[in-house]
C-alpha cells in the first residue's frame, strides 16, 4: 500500500527543488552564458518537467537570479544605513555581485526579456545607492562631482576588465583590482 505524501512535506520538496535549480544556475552562470535548461536540471538533480515547472524560460531563471542578487544588495544598504562608508560596502558589493553573475550579465545583453529585467534592477541599484553616495560625499569620503552614472560606469569598466577571462578567480582578481585602482580615483 503507498501512502501518500502529506501537502506540508510536498511543499518542503518543491521549495527544495527550487532552491536546487536557483542554485545550479547559479553556479553555471558564474562561468558561462552558454548554459542549456538541460544542465542545470541535471546538475540540480530534477527532471526537466520540475525544472520547467518553476522556471518556464532561461530568461525566467536568469531573472530570479538577480533579484535575488539585488534583494542582498537591499539587505547590505539597510544593515550599513548611516554609515559614512555605505558606499563603499555597497561598490564591493556591487563589484562581488558582478564577479558571481559574470555569464548571467552576458546573457542579459543578447536576451531582450533578461535586458529588460536588468535594466529594472540597474534602477532600483540607482536608488540604493543614491543615499549612501550622497552621505559618503557629506562625510567627505567621495569625491563630490561623482554621480550615480559614474558609479554604473565604473562598474562597467570592471566588467569589460573580466571579458574573456578563464574563471571566476581570474575575475574576481582583475575586479578587486580594478576595484583597488577605481578607489584611488574616487575617494576624496
Known amino acids: 500500500m503507498t501512502v501518500a505524501a502529506s501537502p506540508d512535506q510536498l511543499r518542503r520538496d518543491a521549495r527544495d527543488n527550487r532552491e536546487a535549480i536557483l542554485e545550479a544556475a547559479r553556479a553555471l552562470f558564474a562561468d558561462s552564458t552558454d548554459v542549456a535548461m538541460c544542465q542545470v536540471a541535471r546538475r540540480a538533480g530534477v527532471g526537466q518537467a520540475t525544472l520547467y515547472r518553476n522556471f518556464p524560460s532561461r530568461a525566467a531563471l536568469a531573472a530570479e537570479i538577480l533579484d535575488e542578487r539585488v534583494e542582498r544588495l537591499a539587505a547590505l544598504a539597510a544593515e550599513h544605513a548611516g554609515r559614512p562608508d555605505a558606499f563603499f560596502v555597497l561598490l564591493r558589493g556591487l563589484i562581488d555581485g558582478m564577479i558571481s553573475l559574470y555569464g548571467l550579465a552576458a546573457l542579459a545583453r543578447r536576451d531582450a526579456e533578461t535586458d529588460s529585467r536588468l535594466q529594472e534592477s540597474r534602477r532600483r541599484v540607482a536608488e540604493l545607492l543614491k543615499g549612501p553616495l550622497r552621505d559618503a560625499k557629506a562625510a567627505g569620503t567621495l569625491r563630490p562631482d561623482i554621480s550615480i552614472g559614474d558609479v554604473f560606469l565604473l562598474l562597467a ?16 582578481a582583475v575586479a578587486h583590482r580594478v576595484l583597488d585602482l577605481i578607489l584611488g580615483g574616487i575617494e576624496a
Open 157 to 172: 569598466m570592471g566588467r569589460g576588465a573580466m571579458e574573456g577571462l578563464p574563471d571566476p578567480d581570474a575575475r574576481s
